[in-house]
Nanobody
């Protein structure tokens, strides 16, 4: 079973930046489309961005132009660079396999103050 460990969250002011990392165990990472999700209090989990094995990316409209997803297959790690953060980006951020989700990690909290 793949284990996912997210890190890099924190408290930032509006307009700030954060870089999240998602480390995956095992060998399945390199053949998987990876995705970042977020869940704000009282809301459903939403898909933020995804990246396939060829590096093709997709983004939610709410983060286009501000967030960048990337991956380092040599390190079994996915990243989410977040620029221009807004209070509405405040959420618990998770990563997972987009098409065949593994057990969810604990996530990393991002809080953006106004």
């Amino acid at each position: 079973q793949v284990q996912l460990v997210e890190s890099g969250g924190g408290l930032v002011q509006t307009g700030g930046t954060l870089r999240l990392a998602c480390a995956a165990s095992g060998e399945l990472f390199t053949i998987s489309t990876m995705a970042w999700y977020r869940q704000a209090p009282g809301k459903q989990r939403e898909l933020v961005a995804s990246i396939n094995t060829g590096g093709f990316t997709n983004y939610a409209d709410s983060v286009k132009g501000r967030f960048t997803i990337s991956r380092d297959d040599a390190k079994n790690t996915a990243f989410l660079q977040m620029n221009g953060l807004k209070p509405e980006d405040t959420a618990l951020y998770y990563c997972n396999n987009l098409h065949r989700p593994w057990r969810w990690g604990q996530g990393t909290q991002v809080t953006v103050s106004s």
